[in-house]
């Protein structure tokens, strides 16, 4: 798995995930979001990548919800013929990470990507 900050990185060999964070507390900075995704999306080297999207600061009061998130996102449109989930979580107590990561490592393993053996 290798996260990438696509602002500043653009190393894409042999990528089987892409983890994108998103802050939750600032919806005036979620179309700016949706653009970047959306470009990270058509990067032909990615085409067949799991994406995980993290909405941080769930825990924060006004915090967008992870289901306007996906409607505001476009997320279904966005993501469509792409194997994708997005993950409510707080980075600092932890809370949703472990399951956005178990989801993560569920679906490499489905796709042959990561054996437990």
Known sequence: MIIIEYQAYKFYTAVSSVVFVIDSCHRDRLMEA???L?????????RDALLLIFANKQDVPGAVSVEEMTELLSLHKLCC????HIQGCDARSGMGLHE???WLSRQLVAAGVLDVA
């Open 34 to 36: 949706h653009s970047e």
């Open 38 to 46: 959306a470009k990270l999306l058509t990067e032909k080297e990615l």
């Open 100 to 102: 956005g990561l178990d």
């Open 81 to 84: 013929g792409r194997s994708w």
